[in-house]
Structures are given as C-alpha cells and as structure tokens.
C-alpha cells in the first residue's frame, strides 16, 4: 500500500472518528490542529486505524507519534 492510498484511508478515518466528513489533514497535523481531538478521540482514532488497516501498535509506538506523517509512516510499516 502507497503512502497516497494510507493517507486516503486514514483521511477517512478521521473524518469517521471526528465526524466530520470535510476534514483535511496532511504530514503536519498534530492534535492542536483538530478541533475536539483530546486523549479519548485519540485512542479512537489509534483503535480506528488497526480496524483499517489489520494491525496493532504498540504503546510505545503511539506515544512516539508527533504528526500524521508519523501515523502514515507507522501504518506504512506494518500494513501490507
């Protein structure tokens, strides 16, 4: 799977966990960037993307996340 389709994907899951179906995100979104996206919607979102893409983090992994582009490349990682 191409970095283009994971960011496709993951774009829908964020709108999905936000309901917000015009949300955009690129590399650099963080937290701060969406409004409503506090510790509990990010568990959703991290929860939401193993459904997706059939796969697990590790704790670790999730806290060294600082941006989408990390989520993109994470999920790029491990989905196949």
Avoid at 3 to 21: A, G, N, S, T, W
Avoid at 42 to 60: D, G, Q, R
């Amino acid at each position: 799977m191409s970095p283009v389709e994971i960011h496709q994907k993951l774009r829908d899951v964020f709108r999905d966990v936000f309901d917000d179906p015009l949300l955009e995100i690129t590399d650099s979104t963080t937290a701060a960037d969406v409004e409503d996206w506090d510790s509990l919607t990010h568990i959703n979102l991290i929860v939401a993307a193993e459904k997706t893409y059939a796969v697990s983090f590790t704790t670790k992994e999730v806290k060294a996340l600082s941006n989408v582009g990390d989520f993109i490349r994470l999920i790029a990682s491990r989905a196949k």
